[in-house]
Each structure stands twice: as C-alpha cells, then as structure tokens.
C-alpha cells in the first residue's frame, strides 16, 4: 500500500524552492504532487519519489493558508493526515489540519530543512562553514576593496584612495598631473565604497571621446560593469527615466550637458557618488557659468559623493579653479580673494613643515614652528622635540606627529590632492628635437608683408575670419582661409615642408608607433591626407566631431602592436585623456597657445607604464610667429622637460603680451625675460607654499606603505586558492591549468547557472591570482576575493540556503556506533543600513556549536577541520531515514545548541563595539581637533560622524545569533557503512 494519500503536505527533495506540495491523487505507481506557490504539478513513480514528507513537532511555528500562525504544541492523525495542535499568536487553542498550511511556506532555514529531512552534501557544508570565516576575515580586512583591481600597487594612489574612501560623502579634487592614474584613483575610490555598501550608485560623467576608454578601465582593472549612456540607448527605455537602467551609468558630458531633459532625468534618480572627468572644463566666470558647471553644480548639491578630477586645475585661471573648489563644498569656498589670501599663509607652513627635517632644531628652524603652531597640543610636541632630555625615539614620533598635524590642520589637502612626477619619481626622461624648416613661398608671402606693414594684421584677421593670434600660429589654416576657391586652391598639404618631414621621419622610425598632434581639426585632416597622397600612409585621425565608434576604432587601429598603423594624427582636444604610452614618439606639428595644453599632448605619451624615453619632434618654420612661440616655451618656462605646474600663472600674465611679440623679436625677448623672471620666482613659490603643502598631503609614506602591506596580504593568502578550488568544485566550474600561473575557467555541465562571466556552452575566461601575470596580458582577469566570481559563489552561500544541512559518519574507536552528534554552526545577524559598513566592525560571525548525544559540548576539544577530516559521506536517502528516526533528539540539540551559541553573544558584542569605538573615537578626535584649525573640514562631516557612532552602536547591540547550518553526525563501527 503506498504511503501517499491525497491531501498530504510534501516537499521536493531536490527543488525545495517549489514550496509545499499537496497530494493530488496517488495509485500503485505513480503519485502527483501540486506545488501550489509556484504553480507546478509532477507526477513520480511511487518507489523513487524524491520527496520528503513535511512533519512539523511541539515548538515549531507555523503559517495557515489564512495567513495566521500557530505555535504547535501536538499533533494527531485522521485519515492518513496530520492535524497540528497548539496555540495561535493570540494565545487561543487552535487545529490546522495539513491540507490548510499555507502553500507559500519556505524551508530555508537550516532547522526546517533539517526536520523535513532535506540533507546537503558534506562539502557543501564544510564550503559553507569556510566561506562563513573568510567572508567574515575579508569583510574586516584594511584592504577591502583595494586588493581586487588589477593595478600596480603605486602609493601615491593608494594613500588617496584610502584617505578619500574612508570618508563620510567624500568630496574631493583629484588634481595629480597628467597621466599619473587620476582615473585609476577615482576607481579605487568607488570599487571601495562599493564593496563596503557605502555607495550603491554612481553617474560618471567623461568627455565624450573618453567613455569607451573609462568603459575598459572599469571593466578590465575594477571588473565593474557600467550602462554607457547616450540619446540612441535613452530613446529605446521610452518613458522610462534611462538614468535608472544601471547602478553604475557612465555618459558623456558633451550629452549631458547639451540636454536639459536628460539632465532632469539624471537630477531625479538617487546616486551616492557623482564623478566628472577633465573637470577644466566646467567654465565658470563671476559673471556667468557655462552649461556644464551648471549641471554639475546642481548634481553636486543633490548628491553626497563627488569626484573632481582633472590635470590642469588653473587651466581657466583661478578663479575657474575656485568655482569648482566651491562645487565641493560651497560654504567653505566663498569668497575668492579669502581664498587667495589663505594661499599665501602656506607659505609659512611649508617652511615649518621643511624645518622639521632637521635632526635638532636650530634657532630659525624654531621661529619657523613656533610660527605656524598655536595650539596646545602642536605646542606640547615642539616642546618634547626640542627638549634636552628627550631621546632620540621620542624625538623622531613627535616629529612624525607634529608633521602630521601641520599638514591635516593647515592648507587645502582635504579637498585637493595633486601628486607630481617630481615626488613620485620613476618617469621617463623627455627628449625634444626641434627641426627648423624653411617656409614654403605661400606661407613666406603672408609673413613678410606682415613684417613690412603694420596694418596688414588687421586685414588679414577681416581677410581670413580666423582671430589673432591663431592667424599668426597656424600657417595652414590661415593659407586655407585666405584661398579664393578653398575647393580649387592647391591644398596645403601639396607643398607644406612639415609633411615630407613626417614621412621621412615615419620611414626613418618604421617599426615605431608615432602620435602626431595639431591644433586644428582640419589640420589634423589635411594632414592625414597629405600623408596618405604623397606618401602611402594611411593614419587614422582622431579628432573632436568623430563619433565615438570612429574615434575607438581609431584608437584600436593605433594601438594594435602588429597589425596596426604607424601613425595616429590627432586633434588637440580629441585626445585629451587618452592613453598612447604604448608609443614614445610625439610630433608636435605645431604649438598650442596654452602651457597647460603643450602639457596636455606630451601627458598622452609620459603616463604610468610608459617604458621609453619620449621623443618629442617639433618642426617649425624659421623665423615664423611659431618659432617665437617655440622660444617662449623653452626660454621662458622650460615647457617640454617636465611638468612644473605654473603654466597657467605665465599664461595669464604673459599670453597677452606674447600674441603681440609673434611678429617682432626684440618685444620677445623681453616677453621671455619677463615670463623667466615670473617662472622663476613661481617656482620657488611652488616649493615654498601651496604646491608644496599639496605635494606633502597628496602622498602619506607612511600609511601608503600600510595600505600596499594590507594589499600585500591578501595578495599572499594562502587560503584563497584553497576556497576558490573547492568552490569551483562545487559550483561545477571547470578549471583548467594553463601554465604560467593561468587557470582557464569554463562552465561544467552541471554548473549552477547565473555566475558572472560563465554560460554554458561559451569559452569561459582565463584568469590568474598573480598580480603581476594579470598586469602583463590584458586578457587574463585577476581572480581574488573581490572578483565578481568569488563574490557571487560566497553571497549565493550565504543569502542561500546551500549546505546548510549535511549528514555524515563517523567511525571513531572510542563511541561506541550509532550515537548521534549536532555540529551547528549559528551566525551573528545585525539588520542595519547598508551605508554603515557594519561589516568592518561586525561582520557575519561564526559561532560553532558541537554537542554530543548527551547535549555536551565539545566544541572546545574537537576542532572543525579536526573533525570533518575523519568524516565520511553518505546516500541522501539513507541521511533521510537516519534524520527521521532521530527527529526528537534533534529537536532537543537544536535547542541545547542555541542555549550556548547564546553564551558567547555578549563577548562577540562587546568586542565588535570596543572596535566600532576604537576606531570611530579616534577618527571623531582627530577630525574635530582638525575643525578648529582648517576650515575645510566641513561639520556636517564631524555630525555625520557622530551620527554613524550612534547608529553603530545601536544596531550592535541589537546584534542577534540565528542557526545558520547543522550537521548531524552518526558514529559507526568499522565494519558498518
Ligand atoms: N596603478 C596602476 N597600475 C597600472 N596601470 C596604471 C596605474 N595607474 C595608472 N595606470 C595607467 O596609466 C595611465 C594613466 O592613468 P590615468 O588615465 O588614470 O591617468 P590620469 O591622471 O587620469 O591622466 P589624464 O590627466 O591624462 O586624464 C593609464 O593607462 C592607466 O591605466
């Protein structure tokens, strides 16, 4: 006679997700089960059924179809089917006959699918314990979020991705000279708060030739995926507010800016950082602001993250600069000329600061400090340092101390940070060959009746259309625009010396990559032309009105190693940002009017992992307003050497003055005398002041140091290729050894579906542990604990209910066979929001529980590992009829279990808040002692500080334990099995 009688509450062994089944109708056969929540019907054979039937004992609580609960007390049998007894949450007697319990009843919870006989397989719960400790161990970890991207440890980015991650709604400039991994900082920064739940969304927006480029580096260095955004995609989501289609949207500012109904779009939706690349750009005069400040600044005041970042801060004067200074914090930036008056002030601390580096003060040195440090506790570490009887020790912790405080409490480090090439040392030299050649006649013409006729500018600016000094500076455009017939005139090109000197130097560095660079577009254009017609070489060009398709294909064609092409003529503003270290040679075909911008074009070459010395060509024409130009930047701010970072002052003082000196040498030679003499003394004001402070704060030795060993640590762990085998395992993931320390991983047969990267049928990926392997080949991914595969395998463990039941034996000489032991394992459980980070200081924790037969606990004495190592598996089926002749005993260790999983709470409590305080305290100290001193330390900083302690504290308290797994381990003789 079969067991099965309709009305009979079962569950699926195999797809506990279906919910509780009700019998429909059985016979000698076959029986067919509904699962009413998820609207599915099957039929078994009756012999081999995979289902458990669903038996609920005294103390378990359970749901009605009507939605009310009863706590059982007893049960009784009519007709084949059980009828529940106990009381509802009224505290009323009530029946609820099986056939009534509601459909939608889960059985995740370790307890559940315990006594309703559903057993996972050993290593699942051995993977589960384990992914419960790393994940815990990782959560805690002083690298979380930094050891995953696949980037050279560099510490200037790494103390500033620390410093700004760890902060509460950071706002920052990152300012670090050209090509110095701004963008790489701005992905730590976010891969950070993402990874700690501190930022959930973020809108990046990049000029519109750098959002593939932004696309690659997040995808391949930070494995974050993000919805590239433009009017195409924002027209196929309808109605709907595109901006809401991804966590992570990257668009374009030129987009963005131009629109004000998508800007709308983007102003209504939540986002926790906002990130705008090349920032020089948002103008901003006291008069108006352009379109794109405006947006920014409306973004900027509704969102509670925001990155800045761009090269050439003062490339549109300081005031500009300010302008964004206040987008970051407008109540600490109002008024310009106190802005300016502050900047002079650092002069002081920065000679305070370099006073420090002497062994033993002497009497200047101290009229430095004493100078700058006018409060009690600064006070007390100049005393010690210059007290007789400190020792050496003392000595050096004070200096390091008071060096600190100096720089946290004075200047604009908080809100800026700019790194140069001079402190991070390790750049490449730069080499510049100048290659004088004689006008051709067309050209020739013009200038000498510009030399003999004073008013013939001015014609030729009416003539032409073109303003002054680009008439002068850009022979070829002013030849085009003067040209009867543009369309019939002889193109520039034809006859133009540069361009048969860049095909010789194209044959004479044939197996090099050449960047080229043009003011204009249409220079860039003529010349690919020319290029093409006179010479054979095909150079892509990549200019500012490309599409983005069109400049990437560009780009790739440039970049590929073998097949691609030589050359790649570019536009000044086109390829701003892009990355070309993979070539070192660079040809200026002419200047650009800005020190900034010449800095800008040899910053695409002189970038992190740029291996050559960079050649820098320069043709120019003797005697034309362009070699007066050329003179200018050598003789009067050593332009092509190195970045100094005071184009922008000489500019300002002196672009005017030099646009007059284009045509005449004696005026240049003073314009060049006078810009040396400002360079000069700006530099030296640079070391002494503001810059100097920047360079100081923009780098901590010390805690970048700390971070690259935290880093270093996780890069070493040992652990990880453990876990990640057995999980692969597992999860069914083939894994193959490629050599070289290269796994190739591809989906197995009987893979868990859904995991990033890995479909069934496809190729898979080839990915690595070893940092440096990953950086050499850009197809290898870098697989850590924050690589999106790990991540999802421990959150699906986690948030799932995988494993968290398991059934083994147990031979062991000195118990005697068949007793039964309970190895639970319960879990901290804290509800709070995401945004606290709780994790840091109370993350998931383990509480392990074993108890033999008798309800003793042995956890002590018998490690895991110790344990799971002597145990062996066994049939489903036989784990099932073990559990079910056990049911009482169990119920009666589970609850024993919790009783002392419960003893070990407060301990776990009161360390995770001694942490939460030690850490939290100390940083509310330290920003509030800096508060009286710099005023860029804003309050609503130092109140959100304290709001998060509290918050912290409370959600600690209310931590909670919760079975989170079970095993139950059966002891055999020998010889049974
Ligand atoms: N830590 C790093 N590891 C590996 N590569 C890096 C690292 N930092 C920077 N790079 C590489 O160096 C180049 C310059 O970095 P990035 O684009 O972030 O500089 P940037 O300061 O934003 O430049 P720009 O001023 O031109 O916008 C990029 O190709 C980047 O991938």
């Not at 580096?217 to 995609?233: G, S």
């Not at 924790?845 to 042995?858: F, I, K, P, Q, Y």
Request: charge should be negative; hydrophobic fraction near 40%; charged fraction near 30%.
């Amino acid at each position: 006679m079969s067991e099965f009688s309709p009305g009979q509450r079962w569950i699926s062994d195999g797809e506990a997700e279906l919910g509780l089944g009700t019998v429909l109708n059985c016979d000698f056969r076959t029986v067919t089960v509904l699962f009413s929540a998820s609207q599915e019907t099957r039929t078994y054979s009756v012999r081999q059924a995979p289902l458990t039937r669903v038996a609920f004992g005294s103390g378990d609580r359970i749901q009605a179809a009507e939605g009310w609960f009863l706590t059982v007390d007893d049960s009784k049998e009519a007709n084949g089917l059980i009828v529940y007894i106990g009381e509802d949450d009224d505290g009323e007697l009530r029946e609820l006959p099986e056939v009534r319990l509601a459909d939608t009843m889960q059985f995740n919870q370790a307890r559940d699918r315990l006594l309703t006989g559903q057993v996972d397989r050993n290593d699942w719960f051995d993977l589960r314990f384990r992914t419960l400790h790393h994940h815990a161990r990782i959560e805690q970890h002083p690298a979380l979020g930094l050891a995953g991207p696949k980037i050279d440890l560099i510490p200037h980015q790494l103390y500033i991705a620390e410093e700004v991650a760890g902060r509460h709604a950071p706002r920052v400039l990152l300012a670090d000279e050209v090509g110095l991994g701004k963008t790489i900082e701005a992905g730590l920064i976010l891969h950070r708060l993402l990874l700690s739940g501190r930022a959930e969304r973020a809108l990046i927006l990049v000029p519109d030739s750098l959002t593939h480029q932004w696309l690659v580096e997040l995808l391949r260095r930070f494995a974050l995926e993000v919805t590239l955004l433009d009017e195409h995609q924002s027209l196929a989501h309808g109605d709907a507010n595109p901006f809401d289609s991804g966590q992570l949207v990257l668009a374009s500012q030129q987009w963005l800016f131009a629109n004000p109904h998508r800007q709308a779009q983007a102003e209504a939706c939540d986002w926790d950082l906002l990130i705008v690349d090349e920032a020089h750009h948002l103008d901003w005069s006291p008069e108006q602001s352009g379109p794109g400040y405006a947006c920014v600044e409306r973004l900027a005041g509704a969102i509670d993250g925001v990155l800045l970042l761009t090269a050439t801060p003062e490339q549109m004067g300081v005031a500009s600069h300010f302008a964004r200074l206040r987008l970051l914090d407008p109540e600490r930036y109002q008024s310009l000329e106190r802005f300016q008056a502050e900047e002079q002030g650092y002069v002081a601390v920065a000679a305070a600061i370099d006073a420090l580096e002497q062994e033993s003060l002497d009497a200047p040195a101290r009229d430095r400090l004493g100078a700058v440090v006018d409060d009690a506790d600064s006070q007390a570490l100049l005393t010690l340092l210059t007290h007789p009887e400190s020792d050496a020790d003392q000595r050096a912790r004070a200096r390091a101390q008071l060096r600190e405080q100096l720089l946290d409490r004075h200047g604009t480090g908080r809100v800026m940070f700019r790194n140069s090439r001079r402190h991070v040392g390790g750049f490449p030299e730069r080499r510049l060959t100048v290659t004088p050649l004689e006008a051709p006649s067309a050209y020739r013409r013009v200038l000498r009746k510009l030399d003999r006729d004073e008013d013939y500018l001015d014609e030729l600016l009416i003539e032409t259309g073109l303003d002054h000094p680009e008439v002068l500076l850009y022979l070829d455009t002013m030849y085009q625009a003067l040209a009867d017939d543009p369309l019939n005139a002889e193109p520039w090109w034809q006859f133009d010396p540069r361009v048969t000197w860049l095909l010789e130097y194209l044959v004479e560095h044939g197996d090099d990559k050449v960047l080229v660079i043009a003011h204009d577009k249409a220079t860039a254009q003529g010349l690919a032309e020319g290029l093409r017609v006179l010479g054979g070489v095909h150079a892509p060009v990549f200019h500012e009105d490309l599409s983005l398709v069109e400049r990437d294909r560009a780009a790739a064609a440039f970049a590929d190693a073998e097949e691609g092409c030589q050359a790649l003529v570019c536009s000044e503003i086109g390829s701003e940002g892009r990355n070309f270290q993979f070539c070192h040679h660079l040809v200026m075909f002419d200047l650009p009017q800005h020190p900034d911008q010449l800095e800008q074009r040899i910053g695409r070459l002189d970038r992190i992992g740029q291996r050559h010395p960079i050649e820098i060509q320069v043709p120019v024409f003797a005697g034309s307003p362009g070699e007066r130009l050329l003179r200018w930047y050598r003789e009067g701010m050593d332009a092509f050497g190195a970045p100094h970072g005071v184009g922008n002052d000489l500019f300002a003082a002196f672009g005017d003055a030099l646009a007059d000196a284009l045509l005449d040498d004696e005026s240049l030679e003073e314009v060049i005398a006078e810009t040396r003499a400002l360079f000069e003394s700006r530099l030296a004001e640079r070391d002494a002041g503001r810059n100097r402070l920047l360079e100081l704060n923009a780098c901590r030795p010390g805690r970048a140091e700390a971070t690259a060993a935290a880093i270093g640590e996780l890069d070493a762990d040992k652990a990880l290729p453990r876990y990640l085998d057995q999980a692969l395992d597992i999860f069914g993931v083939d894994s193959q050894e490629l050599g070289g320390k290269i796994l190739h991983l591809r989906a197995g047969p009987q893979m868990l579906d859904g995991l990033p990267g890995l479909v069934k049928g496809e190729e898979g990926f080839s990915a690595t542990l070893d940092r440096g392997v990953a950086l050499a080949r850009d197809d290898v991914q870098r697989l850590s604990w924050e690589h999106p595969l790990l991540r999802e395998m421990m959150g699906r463990i986690l948030d799932g209910a995988m494993g968290n039941t398991a059934l083994a034996l147990l031979k062991h000489p000195a118990i005697p066979t068949g007793r039964v032991m309970a190895e639970l394992v319960f879990r901290t459980h804290c509800p709070a929001p995401k945004k606290l980070h709780i994790n840091r200081f109370l993350p998931a924790t383990a509480v392990r529980v074993l108890l033999d037969e008798s309800g003793a606990n042995l956890s002590d004495k018998v490690s895991f590992t110790g344990l799971a190592k002597n145990l062996q598996k066994v049939k489903k089926a036989v784990a099932r009829d073990l559990i079910k002749s056990r049911h009482e005993q169990l119920r009666e260790l589970l609850d024993k279990g919790e009783a002392e999983a419960e003893r070990e709470l407060p301990s776990i409590v009161e360390a995770a808040q001694r942490r939460m305080r030690d850490s939290l305290d100390g940083e509310l100290a330290r920003l509030s002692a800096l508060a009286r001193h710099n005023p860029a330390v804003r309050e609503d900083e130092i109140q959100a500080l304290r709001d998060e302690r509290s918050a912290l504290d409370a959600a600690i308290e209310g931590a909670r334990l919760r079975l989170d797994a079970v095993r139950v381990i059966v002891t055999i003789d020998n010889e049974t099995r």
